[in-house]
């Protein structure tokens, strides 16, 4: 499908152009680029070995990058209609610390919705064990909590612009908090198993959980359960729980289940992939010594490459809020991605979340996000 | 005496099961997996993360990977950045001190290789640049002498009672490279300085060795997928150059290089960039039998 389209498309733009440009060299921009150079340096050379050239001299800094996020939107319902900006700027910093460990930071620089002054805030800073034995991985710092797909992710790699509203009732931005984890590679050859125990302070400003004044941490567990179903396509089956203190400084307790289907052709990875990923989460919040809530949510979303740059999302979300059962949130949305290179992309989104005790929204957002310098592979 | 012949029995039992434990060898490339089973033999047991038809800048960094990494001896990397989307990641996730970057089991094949189109300054607005220089220096059969020197010495650092099996096999793989490579250079010697097009710029040591001249590339700048405007270029290079072969890679679609083709008649040929590429190419010497045949086939017309 894609090489007729393809090949439509460029043998339409032959028969568009008019003749003559083709036989016109003089009509071709002149680039001064390296790769020019190059080609007319092969050219003119006798085919003879080339003499050793040293290479790039070594540095202990670590792998530095920026990334910037400027976003403008349109929402329905909301005092200012029309936004646009930076939303935010991250700063990463990585490297290996010596033979057993490799460290992550991760700084941010966002924009206060009500003020617009920007501030600069740790979202990730972290040490990782590279030798410990019996497969064992230790986490030490602030970071993302190994919770389903989304959490571990930072925006700018989802393909999508707004955090599922479901996802974002329960998690605000996801649960991102300071503490230690441990993980292990479970010795299992028929299919890939890894175990996560994370103990942490508990998150600030997190819709399901708070940090308390007292000795309530927040603990966690993710059983991530990974399957080659064929050399293209893969499932991946994720368990989670997490206990710790709420609002109330009560305890809340989330068992979670995430489940992700991917194909991907290997010869053409790069041109062509489909993503179906779903998240499900069944909340119990102590509200009072004597009453708990029950509640619920889950998002569900394909994500499908349609060429080398072009890439579709569609989203749905259905949710409770973590302490009513009474209220009821959907939402719908599209994003389409037109990726330039692997250091920029282009995303715009059409949303529409309906609620039955507010009222609803509906929004258009563009993102453009691009990186300058080195910044690390996201996980599979 | 019963007690006698037991005692001999397990000393047999238990030497010959340590004699046939194999090093466990994790590739990133099927190249890289080629002249490690040449050198190693039936005393490796090797696995190449990357298909031989599948784009080595991009392979999926599946946690599937990670298991054979937690197992394995030693490890394999073309390296000079090829990898660097994909292979560091899943290195950490390992969780293998043993084939971490600095230990003995973790073999730069490129390490001694004299390298073309070193940078001398960085600027990704000239596309996917590699700073250390091309990358794509397994496509010299000469080159593939140094690559299995490196293997060899990291099989002796983990296996050093096989040290001379390894040597000796090493000994073989150069003798064969050499006598190949007469037949190679025979072979294209009628077609030294032919200029053909090329999707990406991945065969310059190719090139240099079998004295073929690459006028130009699909791609604009490495990475940027063809554009018009290059291949209005490009057709009017293969024009006035007389260029009767653009070659590719399996893992770039061909619908670009058939407007040129269809412009112009000269013939899109797919090379193999690795072993395994295509059913023919079983190991290291096929694949440039298969390429040189190929390319001549094209350039025979």
Known sequence: MYYSISTTLIAAFFIIIPERLLSQNDTIPKTDSVLLKQIEKQLNKESTPQVAQTRTAPSVLPDIGVIGDFQTSYRNNAKRNFNAGIHEAEISFQSVVDPYARADFFLTIGKDPVTGKFSADLEEGYLTTLSLPAHLQLKAGKFKSAFGRINPVHPHALPFISIPNAYENYFSEGINDEGISLSWLVPNSAFYQELTVQVTDGPIDNPSFSRSAGNRYLGLAHLKNFFDLSPNSTLELGLSGITGANYFDLRTNIAAVDLTYKW????????????????????????????????????????????????????????????????????????????????QKIEIEGMNITRNIEKGLNQIVLRWIFVIGSHGAHQY | MKLKIIFILLFFIASSTLNAKKVNVVTTTTDLKSITELIGSDKVDVFSIAEGYQNPHFVDPKPSYIIKLSKADMFVTVGLDLEIGWSPQLLQSSRNPKIQKGSDGFIDASSGITLMQVPSAINRGEGDIH??????????????????????????????????????????????????????????????????????????????RFGLKIVDFLEPKPGIPPTPTQLVKIISEVKGNNIKVIISSPYFTTSSSEVVSAQTGAKTIILGTSVGAFDAIKDYFDLFDYNIDRLIQGLKQ
């Open chain 2, 131 to 208: 700073i250390y220089g091309n990358p794509h220096y397994w496509l010299d059969p000469v080159n593939g002498k140094q690559i299995a020197r490196n293997i060899c010495d990291g099989l002796v650092k983990i296996s050093p009672e096989n040290k001379d099996f390894f040597e000796a096999n090493l000994k073989a793989f150069n003798a064969k490279i050499d006598l190949k490579l007469n037949e190679w250079n025979t072979k294209m010697s009628t077609y030294k300085g032919s200029k053909i097009i090329a999707y990406h710029n991945e065969w310059c040591y190719f090139e240099q």
């Open chain 1, 264 to 343: 991907k052709p290997v010869r053409y990875n790069t041109y062509k992939s489909f993503t179906w990923q779903s998240e499900a989460w069944f909340s119990n919040a102590d509200t009072s010594k004597s009453k708990a809530v029950n509640t619920f949510g889950m998002y569900s979303f394909i994500n499908y490459q349609l060429s080398k740059r072009l890439f579709f999302t569609g989203m749905f979300s259905w949710s409770n809020k973590p302490y009513s059962v009474s209220a009821v949130e959907k939402s719908y949305s599209l994003t389409f991605g037109w990726y330039a290179t692997e250091f």
